[in-house]
């Protein structure tokens, strides 16, 4: 994306795929995709604070929904399986990393 003084300072974001990296463009497809999800619009919210990871859970009809987040400088260790993550190895989460977990009761 180009700039500079103004008036070029107020050019458009180019929105073309290519020039996007293919792991960040999906990582954002498929954050948007889940805010279709009818247990992220509503359900019972949990919020706390575990292994070194802030995490927001939401559950409704028996299925959950948890956001993992390392707001610290050490790794934090979540369980379950991660259908998104970024900066997330297996169970470990670096710093400013996350994992989305998604379960069923």
Known sequence: MEG???PDNRRGMTWEHNHFTD???LLFRNLILLRHE???KQ???EIGYDNNLLYIKRTYNR???TLYTNVSN???HYKGNAI???NAFGSEIRKDGFAIVKGYL
């Open 74 to 76: 050490e790794i934090g």
């Open 38 to 40: 009818e247990q992220l």
């Open 4 to 6: 500079g003084n103004d």
């Open 84 to 86: 998104l993550s970024n």
């Open 63 to 65: 299925t959950f929904y």
């Open 23 to 25: 792991t960040k463009f």
């Open 43 to 45: 359900g019972d919210i």
